[in-house]
């Protein structure tokens, strides 16, 4: 009895605790990330300078802040204008994700269905010759995953962008020429995306453009954000240029049209950041109240692998680690796994003139943003160099799975049984599979000399929920500390289904 109420003791100390020590260790991470700004400065200067970009600016957004920024060069050469945070930048395909926010507003309100045939929404696209007669329709999933079966089609598509909504229709209406059938491959496609910008017009009765900027940009306050260059002031305009015989040539801007929904938008490193932020925001889960232009769950669906592209096994960071990384997509975001089990997501971004990336770890409540008005430049593996970068030099650690208060209670249960095992088939903590599975001498044979080995138990040394239902837990002991790790059925209450101990060296 003393043992068990020491034990809860213990417990509840720790969980006191572990509010005190994140809030100490959140003053600390800032600070760690605020020490290594001029080394990722160094990084972002030097990457401008060694690729010739005309201009570049770059955003560090930290738990929905932009705490730091950067400028390098000119936004318009000709009149030497020097870039600012505030300079307006076309970022291409990172328009991508607010195409793909809107379809899933659209569908929140119920004018919409995701495994909808898109014929139903764009009725050109009826009758379309696929490659073999069992290939199933095109669906609105399947435009925003890149898996409708069209062609990549980036040079092509790039020079799309003014294209009016009679012309595309009159495009889709002569037919389309695929390159797989529907729902079996992942390839890049602008077209999928002109056509997700249709559906919003069609379901809303407004054009893409003004049912983004109501619902998208203005909630979150992106009010230097355009889709038309013409009508950005020419002071903020960040002119294109590709860099050819040594030399910048300014490449021509192109207007806005039924393309521009794959990669049309124009806005600002201060403007972009407020969007991050509510990407970041949507990390953990939880009851808090619903603040943003879309649900948070529907932006965590946008950032989940929809659909696989594939796993680079010798991959390796610009730091120089190796390592294998598994790549998918979701709703207009790339998403990205590591064999440490970092997940990150983003978008880049390029068109003639113009390149840009923004991704985010969303695990670890950091992100980068980038723009460049060089043709292509490829901002995504230095955003990736940057981040890597910033969590080795930071120490950063993942954001902590809170420790649910199922989990918390079977914890205490459990060790209060241990290592005798006495009264445990009694205890009502257990399911029904559990002793046809585990067998009570067995367990107490198991545990009885790991216990002894680790001698006085001192308290609960750690706590990592693996999610609501799952965890392990370290008892620490004088001589060598015990990890215990178990599994709750999906029954209310939940109940102990498995269970795992082994001692561990200290």
């Not at 898996?147 to 003014?162: H, K, T």
């Not at 002569?174 to 379901?203: Q, R, W």
């Amino acid at each position: 009895m003393i043992y068990k109420k020491l034990l809860f003791l213990c417990l509840f100390l720790c969980s006191l605790g572990s509010y005190q020590i994140k809030a100490q260790n959140e003053d600390e991470r800032l600070k760690n990330i605020k020490a290594s700004l001029p080394q990722i400065d160094q990084i972002f200067k030097a990457y401008a300078e060694k690729n010739h970009y005309p201009a570049f600016t770059y955003g560090l957004v930290v738990d929905g802040k932009l705490i730091h920024s950067g400028v390098v060069g000119y936004s318009n050469l000709e009149k030497k204008i020097p870039a600012s945070i505030q300079s307006d930048f076309r970022i291409a395909s990172m328009s991508k994700s607010f195409t793909a926010m809107a379809i899933l507003k659209l569908r929140d309100e119920g004018k919409l269905k995701l495994d909808n045939p898109a014929y139903l929404y764009i009725p050109e696209l009826k009758g379309q010759h696929l490659l073999t007669k069992d290939a199933p329709e095109i669906t609105v999933r399947n435009l925003l995953t890149h898996s409708a079966g069209f062609p990549e089609d980036n040079p092509w598509g790039d020079r799309q962008l003014a294209i009016s909504d009679e012309a595309m229709l009159k495009m889709f209406k002569k037919g389309i020429t695929f390159s797989n059938n529907p729902s079996t491959a992942y390839e890049y496609s602008n077209m999928g995306f002109a056509m997700l910008g249709y559906i919003i017009k069609k379901v809303s009765g407004k054009s893409y453009q003004q049912y983004i900027n109501e619902n998208i940009l203005k909630p979150l306050g992106m009010n230097h954000t355009y889709w038309e260059y013409s009508k950005v002031p020419a002071e903020q305009l960040a002119h294109g240029y590709r860099w050819l015989n040594e030399e910048w040539v300014e490449q021509p801007l192109l207007h806005d049209g039924a393309y521009g929904a794959m990669g049309g938008m124009i806005t600002t490193i201060e403007d972009f950041s407020k969007y991050v932020a509510f990407h970041q925001s949507v990390w953990p889960a939880s009851d808090g109240i619903e603040k943003g232009p879309v649900k948070r769950s529907s932006v965590r669906e946008m950032q989940q692998p929809w659909q696989f592209i594939g796993i680079n096994q010798n991959y390796k960071y610009p730091t120089g680690r190796k390592m294998a990384i598994a790549s998918a997509y979701g709703y207009g975001l790339g998403q990205s796994t590591d064999a440490e089990g970092r997940r990150s997501v983003g978008h880049s971004g390029g068109l003639p003139g113009f390149g840009s990336n923004w991704r985010i770890l969303q695990d670890y409540g950091i992100g980068v943003i980038s723009f460049s008005n060089l043709t292509y430049a490829n901002a995504g593996y230095f955003n990736i160099q940057v981040l890597d970068t910033l969590v080795a030099l930071a120490k950063l650690k993942p954001n902590p799975i809170p420790v649910s208060p199922i989990l918390k209670q079977r914890i205490n249960e459990l060790t209060a049984l241990l290592p005798t095992w006495k009264n445990a088939e009694t205890s009502g903590i257990f399911a029904e599979n559990f002793f046809l599975d585990y067998f009570v001498p067995s367990l107490q044979k198991e545990a009885t000399p790991i216990f002894e080995n680790a001698g006085k138990i001192l308290g609960i040394k750690e706590i990592k929920p693996e999610n609501n239902l799952r965890g392990t837990f370290v008892l620490e002991g004088e001589k060598a500390n015990i990890e215990i790790s178990f599994t709750l059925t999906p029954e209310n209450p939940a109940l102990i289904q498995e269970y795992h101990i082994k001692q561990v060296s200290k």
